[in-house]
């Protein structure tokens, strides 16, 4: 398993993930969309400097899930992610969540924190977060990077 950096090629698998019924139903945001308001979505983050997109894939390009981060401010990052319904229960939450916020901080060495906003009822989420050390302050899972 590998985790990159999205690219254009990936604006359709991520679209379908994205719009699965079962991530639409664990997703703050449960408001289905078009694909072409996805492409344009997409491209433009793929552009944007406070955003990262990034991929798991198996290594040999299928995609497993996805990760996002957006930088709010100099120091926290909000995250989001979203697993392929196929991969879940396989330890690819873990490691894309894991090995994102190392890849994002290793980019932007001043992020000290990463905020995740979590449906309470989506306890997969809430329990994949803590896993990964993220801490439960009510409105939010934080994580804070040590130092």
Not at 111 to 124: E, G, P
Request: hydrophobic letters at 40%; proline letters at 3%; one cysteine or more.
């Amino acid at each position: 398993m590998i985790l990159r950096k999205a690219q254009s090629h990936d604006c359709r698998i991520i679209y379908d993930i994205r719009t699965d019924s079962s991530v639409l139903e664990a997703s703050l945001n449960t408001a289905s969309f078009s694909y072409e308001h996805h492409k344009n979505w997409f491209e433009k983050s793929l552009k944007n400097p406070n955003r990262r997109i990034f991929v798991a894939d198996d290594g040999t390009g299928t995609v497993l899930g996805v990760v996002r981060f957006d930088i709010e401010g100099n120091s926290e990052a909000l995250v989001s992610i979203f697993l392929h319904p196929d991969h879940r229960g396989k330890g690819v939450g873990t490691f894309i969540l894991a090995a994102g916020g190392n890849l994002l901080k290793k980019e932007f060495p001043a992020i000290a924190s990463l905020k995740a906003l979590i449906k309470k009822s989506n306890m997969a989420s809430v329990k994949l977060f803590i896993k990964v050390g993220y801490v439960d302050h009510g409105d939010s899972f934080r994580f804070t990077y040590p130092g």
